[in-house]
Nanobody, 119 residues
Framework: QVQLVESGGGLVQPGGSLRLSCAAS????????MGWYQQAPGKERELVAT???????NYADSLKGRFTISRDNAKKTVALQMNSLKPDDTAVYYC?????????????WGQGTQVTVSS
């Protein structure tokens, strides 16, 4: 069974930084596009950023310039560096792995890690 385990969340003051990490297991990591999503209280889960197996990235427009996604295929990890954090960034952050195989989509989620931005 595929496992995605997030870490690195916590409480940070506005303007601060956090680095989230997601470790994947039981997965051919290099075949998957990896992503981070955020879900604020009472809101839908929304895209933060994705990174393909060969390193192409995509970001939510509102987060460009503050957040950076990266991956290490050898270690089977994906990271999200979050800078200049704002209270609006408070959310549960989820790691995601997606692969398309013909007409079949394989999609997996981590359990989420809480990020709270508050003074």
């Amino acid at each position: 069974q595929v496992q995605l385990v997030e870490s690195g969340g916590g409480l940070v003051q506005p303007g601060g930084s956090l680095r989230l990490s997601c470790a994947a297991s039981r997965i051919i990591f290099s075949m998957y596009t990896m992503g981070w999503y955020q879900q604020a209280p009472g809101k839908e889960r929304e895209l933060v950023a994705t990174i393909t197996s060969d390193g192409n990235t995509n970001y939510a427009d509102s987060l460009k310039g503050r957040f950076t996604i990266s991956r290490d295929n050898a270690k089977k990890t994906v990271a999200l560096q979050m800078n200049s954090l704002k209270p609006d960034d408070t959310a549960v952050y989820y790691c995601n792995a997606v692969r398309l195989d013909g007409a079949t989509i394989y999609k997996y989620w981590g359990q989420g890690t809480q990020v709270t931005v508050s003074s």
